[in-house]
Each structure stands twice: as C-alpha cells, then as structure tokens.
C-alpha cells in the first residue's frame, strides 16, 4: 500500500482550515452588508428603519406583535387618540388595525352618547328644579301674572291659547298635524316669556 506524507496531510488540512475561515468571514461580511436578510425582511423595510430611526428593541417588539416596518411609520394610534403601547398591545393580542379602530370608534360614540344624556338631564333638572325659569318658558304669561304684569301675561296666554285652537281645529278639519300655528304663534310666544323673565330678574338683581 501507498501511503501518504505526513506533510502532505498537515499541508491538507492546514489548507482546508484556511477554507474555512475564509468562507466563515465571506459569509459573516455577507451577513453584515444584509442585516435585513437575517431578520426575515425587505431592503425596503431595512431602509424605512432606518429613515425612522427605528431601534433594534423596538424593531423586535413589533416584529413580535406581528406589525410591519410600514404599518407602523403611519402611526394609526394617533388618529384613533390612543397611545403607542396601547396600540401595540392590542395588536400583540390578535387584533387587527381594523378591529382596533373600530372598538375605538364604538368606545368613543358610547361615550358621546352618554355624555349627551348626561348634559340633557342635568339641564332638565335644573330647569325642572328652577319653577320660575321652567314656568316662563313652557307656560308664557304664568310667570307675569305672578309678578303682576297681569296686561302682559293676558296677551301671551291668549296667544298660546289661540294658537292651541287653531291647531287643534287644523288637525281635525285636515286631518293632519298642522304645524304653523306652533311654529308661528307658540314657539315665539314662549320664546318672548322666556325671554322677558330673565330681563326681568336681571333688573330686579341690580
């Protein structure tokens, strides 16, 4: 049997580590001139990060979440008045960008709606509260008869009278509602009771 050198063998292997080292390097300077290939992402992607000064940790919380470079640089909790680790928290639990703008809009019309509730029956118990004030505007002259302005409460009762006569006359002779009598006579009969009640406390309160 031939056998081999020693040398040669040493020689052999010598070379092949050098291969080695050498490929290891090729392949780490790849590495490094691609970071974005390593992190499973576009080189479009990579610039975004970079024109956003997206940091590292931040840039694997939202990989994590499963948010993408561009969905996050539209900043879509800004719109919703909602802070960023809030939004991200609801897109780490499963939420989508839809699903969370949608729950914002529910939260935000419920909480219009009861704060209208909450104006109109805080109004209605301070005019309900208030006799005068409520008397002067749904019963026009109640308020001057009271206060002995008796010429005046007789004008603005006859006028709220006669127009109740003349829509009630209206409803059964055209069988409809009819609306001029309470737009024309009514409401601007309250309108002026209103009106001069709270002329006549400012006075009074001088």
């Not at 390097?25 to 956003?52: C, M, V, Y």
């Not at 209103?194 to 406390?201: A, G, L, N, V």
Request: glycine fraction near 6%; charged fraction near 25%; proline fraction near 4%.
């Amino acid at each position: 049997m031939m056998s081999i050198p020693v040398k040669k063998i040493s020689g052999l292997c010598c070379a092949a580590c050098v291969f080695l080292v050498l490929f290891n390097s090729f392949s780490e300077a790849q590495d490094e001139s691609r970071p974005w290939e390593r992190l499973g992402l576009s080189q479009t992607e990579w610039r975004l990060i970079n024109e956003n000064n997206i940091s590292m940790p931040k840039l694997e919380q939202l990989l994590n979440a499963g948010i993408s470079v561009g969905e996050y640089i539209q900043k879509p909790w800004e719109p919703l008045e909602m802070n960023e680790d809030k939004w991200i928290k609801k897109r780490r639990s499963g939420l989508t960008s839809y699903d969370i703008e949608l729950e914002a809009t529910r939260g935000n019309a419920q909480e219009w709606k009861k704060t209208m509730n909450y104006d109109v029956a805080r109004d209605m118990q301070q005019l309900s509260g208030n006799g005068e004030l409520f008397s002067s505007l749904f019963l026009p002259g109640y308020y001057q008869y009271h206060v002995g302005q008796k010429r005046k409460s007789y004008v603005m009762a006859g006028l709220a009278g006669g127009a109740l006569a003349w829509f009630t006359i209206g409803c059964i002779a055209n069988k409809r509602v009819e609306v001029a009598p309470i737009a024309l006579v009514i409401v601007p009969d309250m309108i002026w009771s209103f009106i001069d009640y709270k002329i006549d406390k400012k006075n009074k309160n001088q």
